[in-house]
Antibody, heavy 120, light 111 residues
Framework: EVQLVESGGGLVQPGGSLRLSCAASGFTFSRYAMHWVRQAPGRGLEYVSGISVNGGSTFYANSVKGRFIISRDNSKNTLYLQMGSLRPEDMAVYYC?????????????WGQGALVTVSS | QSALTQPASVSGSPGQSITISCTGTSSDVGSYNLVSWYQQHPGKAPKLMIYEDSKRPSGVSNRFSGSKSGNTASLTISGLQAEDEGDYYCCSYAGSSTFYVFGTGTKVTVL
């Protein structure tokens, strides 16, 4: 069974930092791009960041560029999101996800989400 | 990185069909056959309903279908059931500079 389990969420003051982790199991983590998607309370989904299989290519939404860093450790099957200079508008549930093809079969995996609260 | 445009809400009676639109641009929806549709229930992670514009994952009811014309993608739910209530989001690949963009979301209500 595929599992993506986020951790590291919590309460942080504006301007603070937090690191989210996403532990993957049940699929060959090192073969697939990984993504972070967030959802602010009562709002829609927002694509935040993505990383290639070897970490050589990364993408950031304009809203987080320069403040967030995505990385991965394929030896630990873990995805990370280092979040800095946090703002109230960064408060959201952060999902890690992966989608694509395993041979000829399309897959789409999401974690249960980690809540990040930014408040003084 | 503007969100794709969806209607805020769509409703229908049980057994009816409804269609949710997702309007983008020639840089995203119109350029790639890579629109996905997700269903989300409160407090839950999104669930994939359609990928690559019109393909249905294994296990998803054939009452769900996707299509696209130009810069607008559509999700049709036929034979509407109470369990179809929830929020629906489209998502499109938008090239290497933008990567992915989600729609604004549509709340589906079964009357």
């Amino acid at each position: 069974e595929v599992q993506l389990v986020e951790s590291g969420g919590g309460l942080v003051q504006p301007g603070g930092s937090l690191r989210l982790s996403c532990a993957a199991s049940g699929f060959t983590f090192s073969r697939y791009a990984m993504h972070w998607v967030r959802q602010a309370p009562g709002r829609g989904l927002e694509y935040v960041s993505g990383i290639s299989v070897n970490g050589g290519s990364t993408f950031y939404a304009n809203s987080v560029k320069g403040r967030f860093i995505i990385s991965r450790d394929n030896s630990k099957n873990t995805l990370y999101l280092q979040m800095g200079s946090l703002r109230p508008e960064d408060m959201a549930v952060y999902y890690c996800a992966s989608w694509g093809y395993v041979e000829t079969t399309y897959f789409d995996y999401w974690g249960q989400g980690a809540l990040v609260t930014v408040s003084s | 990185q503007s969100a794709l445009t969806q209607p805020a809400s769509v409703s229908g009676s049980p057994g009816q069909s409804i269609t949710i639109s997702c309007t983008g641009t020639s840089s995203d929806v119109g350029s790639y056959n890579l629109v996905s549709w997700y269903q989300q229930h409160p407090g839950k992670a999104p669930k994939l309903m359609i990928y690559e514009d019109s393909k249905r994952p294994s296990g998803v009811s054939n009452r769900f279908s996707g299509s696209k014309s130009g810069n607008t993608a559509s999700l049709t739910i036929s034979g509407l059931q109470a369990e179809d209530e929830g929020d629906y989001y489209c998502c499109s690949y938008a090239g290497s500079s933008t990567f992915y963009v989600f729609g604004t979301g549509t709340k589906v209500t079964v009357l």
